[in-house]
């Protein structure tokens, strides 16, 4: 555990609350790519139905938290976050992309030693944890170079790069994220026994297929991977495809 101090804001700033469900049994928890937002996941909310309800994550820095700081550790971010869905009454389903799936993954640790195991993981767009990456720092490039590499990654509507003043107020969220990527280093612990799904895209040149089987190494419950057309943001057209995903495994659950 981190022996970093924790100061928790209140619950409802964590979560877009837009889309809850009265009736839902159980949360699907998304968490953003680096310098992404709990708005990128919206658009999912009209493959949401039944017992599952949609729940985008919001970390600091960004959206109605933007006046916070950036998180600066993965561990203490991710033991923040599993308090408080902890004490939610649904059953926990995570998903995050590149940034969000090591963020998911180590908020599957936490409540594991919470008492309130994740019923599945799925992840996309990022290799195993114990693959370090970026492979080399890319967070203090100069500004030139670090917005290239953001055009590289189709992180943002090319529109966002044709205005300074938006980008001078989303650069130090941005350039914090990918600090917090670059610092974390997988730790060992026992394995996660829930089930984990994994999703890459075929043209996505820094997630390998082979590094993505990785995954299955991190559990002793069932592990699937997935590859579908498009690079590093293939999720953006196969939302629907995942979320079917989703729904198969909890019907297998149940």
Request: glycine share 6%; aromatic share 10%; with cysteine.
């Amino acid at each position: 555990m981190s022996s970093y101090p924790i100061h928790r804001p209140d619950a409802r700033l964590w979560f877009d609350r837009r889309f809850r469900s009265a009736t839902a049994t159980h949360s699907l928890y998304c968490f953003p790519f680096a310098g992404g937002s709990a708005t990128y996941y919206a658009d999912w909310v009209k493959h949401c139905t039944g017992p599952i309800e949609l729940v985008p994550v919001q970390l600091p820095g960004r959206g109605g938290r933007m006046a916070e700081p950036s998180a600066k550790d993965m561990v203490q971010l991710a033991e923040e976050i599993a308090e408080t869905i902890a004490a939610e009454p649904t059953q926990v389903l995570l998903y995050g992309h590149s940034m969000g799936a090591i963020l998911a993954f180590e908020v599957t640790r936490r409540l594991r030693t919470l008492g309130r195991p994740v019923q599945h993981l799925f992840v996309s767009g990022r290799p195993t944890p114990t693959i370090v990456r970026p492979p080399t720092p890319v967070s203090d490039l100069p500004r030139p170079e670090f917005i290239q590499m953001l055009r590289d990654y189709g992180a943002a509507d090319q529109t966002v790069f044709e205005h300074d003043e938006l980008l001078d107020l989303l650069m130090p969220m941005i350039r914090a994220d990918f600090a917090m990527i670059e610092n974390y280093r997988y730790r060992q612990e026992p394995l996660l026994s829930c089930p984990i799904s994994a999703w890459c895209g075929d043209a996505d040149p820094e997630v390998p297929v082979a590094a993505m089987r990785g995954w299955g190494d991190q559990t002793s419950g069932e592990f699937t991977l997935s590859v579908l057309p498009g690079g590093h943001f293939f999720l953006t057209e196969h939302q629907a495809e995942i979320m079917r995903t989703v729904h198969a495994a909890i019907r297998r659950v149940r």
